[in-house]
């Protein structure tokens, strides 16, 4: 079993910045993708941001290319989700997702491709 522990999260000015993080530990595993998704009152799961097991490799959802960064610290098992020039669109809470032994440059951005979830954590963005 994997459990991800996420933290960070919290309220904030319209374009401030936050950092989430997704830390995943448990079982050995010898690679894991991972994806950040959100989902707002009232609205479906949006995918937000995806990164294979390499980190040169990652996906953004268009609405937020530009403004947030997924990075991973092999070291830790930590994924982070750094969020700058944040919206109020962007208020949700947020969900990290791993799926275990994946190919070294693979990103899923499909929700229903991982295996792992995180217990999700609040962004709120005041305008």
């Known amino acids: 079993q994997v459990q991800l522990v996420q933290s960070g999260g919290g309220l904030v000015q319209a374009g401030g910045s936050l950092r989430l993080s997704c830390a995943a530990s448990?079982?050995?595993?010898?690679?894991?993708?991972v994806g950040w998704f959100r989902q707002a009152p009232g609205k479906e799961r949006e995918t937000v941001a995806a990164v294979a097991w390499r980190s040169t490799t990652t996906y953004y959802a268009d609405s937020v290319k530009g403004r947030f960064t997924i990075s991973r610290d092999y070291s830790g098992n930590t994924v982070y989700l750094q969020m700058n020039n944040l919206k109020s669109e962007d208020t949700a809470v947020y969900y990290c997702?791993?799926?275990?032994?994946?190919?070294?440059?693979?990103?899923?951005?499909?929700?229903?491709?991982?295996?792992?979830w995180g217990q999700g954590t609040q962004v709120t963005v005041s305008s």
């Open positions: 448990g079982r050995t595993i010898n690679t894991y993708a």
């Open positions: 997702a791993a799926k275990i032994n994946v190919p070294y440059h693979q990103y899923y951005s499909d929700a229903g491709e991982y295996d792992y």
